[in-house]
């Protein structure tokens, strides 16, 4: 199984970013899909999850702000960022759960990818 992010980039506040999550290996469309993010010297925090069946669940800090969405004949699930602030700056990363519970610890999450960087700053 591998899960690969693109499209992280520094970002000017109250910009916008979308980032995607490439999947292979896994019956994609049976897994539920997740986004972290990891700030500089602290945890790794939920952000947003969407089921097979296009339930969803956000973290209230992105609520309004963020969007999660997935592409099952692309294999691909993405995450749309706008009203960008600098406390978004963090590594994000997406994670695939067979369960597809929308639960927000990242102890649920069977597959992980590698990560991509988004900065916010002016």
């Known amino acids: 199984v591998q899960l690969v992010e693109s499209g992280g980039a520094l970002a000017q506040p109250g910009g916008s970013l979308t980032l995607a999550c490439a999947a292979s290996?896994?019956?994609?469309?049976?897994?539920?899909l997740a986004w972290f993010r990891q700030a500089l010297g602290k945890e790794r925090e939920f952000v947003a999850a969407i089921t097979w069946d296009w339930r969803n669940h956000y973290t209230d800090s992105v609520k309004g702000r963020f969007a999660i969405s997935r592409d099952n004949a692309e294999n691909t699930v993405y995450l749309q960022m706008n009203s960008l602030r600098p406390e978004d700056t963090a590594t994000y990363y997406c994670?695939?759960?067979?369960?597809?519970?929308?639960?927000?610890?990242?102890?649920?999450?069977?597959?992980w990818g590698q990560g991509t960087q988004v900065t916010v700053s002016s």
């Open positions: 994670a695939a759960e067979i369960s597809s519970s929308l639960s927000s610890s990242p102890a649920r999450y069977e597959y």
């Open positions: 290996g896994l019956s994609f469309d049976r897994y539920g």
